[in-house]
């Protein structure tokens, strides 16, 4: 794992974007809220980190990377393990404060602002799939 230097700059490349979601998940998991969602699913680490890695540098760095259907996938989730609005609301907790601990500028900002927006939508599909 990237090591962070003192001073916070912006994310800017990779390298930064694998520290984010390392440092992210790593306090995610542990956490009393949203780390059993990950223990009741079937979740691989070493699967989702690169996943998850493309994903962010599609939308922060506009490197295209990332293939998939974010939501769906969490639309299946929550058949599996239902998801809640707590969840959500720990999760961003946890994406913002990585962020604000680690960066600063533009694009963790918009990191922060596209997670959210990602989030409520996510929550708005995840709500109509399941009055189905």
Not at 17 to 41: C, E, H, M, Q, W
């Amino acid at each position: 794992m990237k090591e962070r230097i003192d001073k916070k700059r912006d994310i800017k490349d990779s390298d930064d974007i694998r520290f984010l979601v390392d440092t992210f998940y790593s306090n995610a998991l542990t956490d009393p809220v949203i780390g059993p969602v990950f223990k009741a699913a079937d979740f691989s680490l070493e699967r989702h980190i690169p996943v998850m890695v493309a994903f962010w540098e599609t939308i922060l760095l506009d490197v295209v990377t990332y293939k998939g259907n974010p939501m769906l996938k969490h639309i299946a989730l929550n058949k599996e393990v239902p998801l809640h609005a707590e969840h959500f609301e720990q999760w961003m907790k946890i994406w913002e404060a990585t962020i604000s601990a680690n960066f600063e500028g533009p694009i963790a900002d918009n990191a922060i602002s596209r997670a959210s927006s990602i989030g409520q939508l996510m929550q708005y599909k995840i709500k109509q799939s399941s009055s189905f």
